[in-house]
């Protein structure tokens, strides 16, 4: 997509694939640290190896099971968190665990028949070898997402402030709710490539809480929070390219050293002690 | 027909040990203006919010503005206005009482619409009525727990609902408060809007003919009309069970 701006092919695909993930998490972030519902970030990345796993097991598309492996597990986290009567906090530690555990089964049970299985990259991600079709995939879900918020907005705001009472305003507040786990569930499943598991966090949580120094209220923190992302992350596309170093592990730095700043500078945390 | 007819309902939690609301029938019509008292653990919240089917009823009838509350308590929740009893937003809440007003606009603007300019004047009129217009634009969760209740009163006013339930509207407001929103409802009333009040302590009650409900262990032990200086006695009188009652005799 940006090919005419960059001719690097490798440069180009990277930025854009951190530009739409850093997008699409930072805008689902102000709702996930919301709800505390960080722990989705584990769950999915957990999810998304089982399915890797379990692709290499069947010998099938390890990529393609990955994903409808996260996909089976993000249509869960809503109904299981409502039959069980949990919060979806102790959901996710759950499947999490389940996640956890069907992979490490296969994987033993493959090491038993020598087979092997290498998951570096939903590990730690892999921004510089992605395909054109993976691109294209974010491109879709980062729309998706904007375009979820954009159209329940005001669920999805009256939620983030308290289901009980949305639920008395009459709002279909579980419908939107499973809509809103499900989207933020494939949302980083589909992420996981560019930075990885143990990296989805910075995207998830670190713009959202950048935004929460600074910001009074959600509307201003949809638009920082995405802002921040994006800027850190083309920057430190760039800066990695133009200095060799790894992109989402500089990236996840940068953002960190801004989050730092902000917690500084932050005019919240001022204390008034006018007199008259 | 009555705005709200419950016939015969039972109600039960999951893992309770029995039905908190067992076998009541109880029929409100237009204007009406309902006190609800009774024991701690009565069934009272229970009760309004098998009304606004907030939980389900599990035996019995309930009928709220002409619809089913078992088949569509969605839309009777959009219609029935619902100060919760307990609340709390931390400090960190990012939204302001305004926005808090306008949310009470969102359930009957149904999913996808956007506010429309009368979805607006309705929650500028509501905070004007309920007098916190210096707090518009203040987050929700930095202000004193009397104020966060008059921002919950002033979303259920800007939902204009055809029945208004309050789960003790006026635990944290000042005498000066309770008296002026006390004015507000006997308006609502006056316009027909029936009112459901449920209360512990009974000052300030409007100047109209008031009917009482007395809840004692998920029934109704009381039902009649009185004028508001009596509800108190009444009500200790309803309720001098030995253990169960708010004075023992
Ligand atoms: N979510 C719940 N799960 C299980 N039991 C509940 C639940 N909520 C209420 N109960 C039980 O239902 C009974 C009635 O509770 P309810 O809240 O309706 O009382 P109340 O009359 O509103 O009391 P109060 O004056 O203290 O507000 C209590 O015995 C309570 O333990
Ligand atoms: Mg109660």
New binding site residues.
């Given amino acids: 997509m940006l090919e005419t701006l960059i001719e690097n092919n490798v440069v180009c695909h990277a930025l854009e694939a951190m530009i739409f993930a850093s997008i699409t998490c930072s805008i689902l972030g102000v709702i996930i640290s919301r709800m505390s519902l960080s722990s989705i970030g584990f769950t999915m990345s957990h999810a998304a190896f089982a399915g890797a796993a379990l692709g290499m097991f069947l010998g099938a598309n390890a990529q393609m099971t990955a994903i409808a492996f996260s996909m089976v597990v993000a249509a869960l986290i809503g109904p299981v968190s409502d039959k069980a009567k949990m919060a979806a906090d102790a959901t996710l530690g759950v499947l999490f665990a389940m996640s956890m555990a069907v992979a490490i089964f296969l994987i033993s049970y493959m090491e038993y028949m020598g087979k092997g299985l290498s998951a570096s990259s939903l590990l730690f991600g892999d921004v510089v070898s992605l395909y054109r079709e993976e691109i294209y995939a974010l491109a879709a879900v980062c729309f998706l997402a904007i375009l979820f918020v954009l159209g329940f907005y005001k669920e999805i705001s009256a939620i983030m402030f308290n289901m009980k009472i949305a639920e008395a305003a009459g709002i279909r507040v579980k419908l939107v709710y499973y809509i809103l786990l499900f989207i933020i569930a494939l949302s980083v499943a589909l992420s996981l490539n560019i930075v990885g598991g143990l990296l989805i966090f910075v995207l998830l949580v670190t713009p959202a809480s950048i935004a929460g120094q600074f910001c009074f209220n959600v509307r201003s923190m949809f638009i920082v929070a995405p802002a921040v992302a994006l800027f850190m992350s083309a920057f430190g596309v760039w800066a990695a390219f133009e200095y060799t170093m790894p992109v989402a592990p500089l990236v996840a730095l940068l953002l960190t050293a801004a989050f730092a700043l902000s917690v500084m500078l932050s005019f919240k945390r001022r204390i008034n002690t006018k007199m008259n | 027909m009555s705005i709200i007819d419950l016939a015969g309902i039972y109600t039960a ?4 040990e029995k039905a ?2 067992r076998n009541l029938s109880l029929r409100v019509d237009r204007g009406e203006y309902v006190v609800i008292g ?12 098998s009304i606004n089917g907030l ?1 389900k009823i599990t035996h019995g009838r309930a009928t709220v503005c002409g619809l089913n509350v078992s088949r569509v308590s969605d839309e009777v929740r959009r219609r029935v206005g619902y100060v919760i ?1 307990n609340f709390y937003f931390d400090p960190f809440t990012p939204f302001t009482v305004e926005q808090v007003v306008m949310m009470g606009r969102f359930g009957r603007l149904g999913l996808m619409n956007r506010p429309a300019r009368e979805d607006y004047d309705a929650a500028q009129r509501a905070i004007t009525q309920v007098g916190i217009e210096d707090l518009a634009h203040k987050t929700i969760g930095t202000l004193s727990g009397g104020q966060q209740q008059k921002a919950m009163i002033a979303h259920n006013i800007a939902k204009e609902p055809e029945v208004m339930m309050l ?2 509207p006026f635990s944290n407001l000042d005498f000066h408060a309770r008296e002026y929103l006390q004015g507000v409802f006997k308006e609502m009333a006056r316009k027909g809007v029936p009112i459901l009040m ?1 209360a ?1 302590a009974f000052d300030g009650l409007p100047d109209i003919p008031i009917r009482l409900v007395v ?1 004692n262990q ?1 029934r109704i032990s009381c039902d009649r009309n009185c004028r508001a200086e009596e509800v108190e006695d009444i009500i200790r009188k309803e309720c001098v069970v030995p253990g169960k009652c708010l004075r023992r005799s």
């Fill in positions: 939690y999951e893992g309770g908190v609301i009774g024991p701690n653990s009565a069934g009272k919240t229970t009760l309004l919010e939980v009893q789960d003790e449920v512990h809840m998920g």
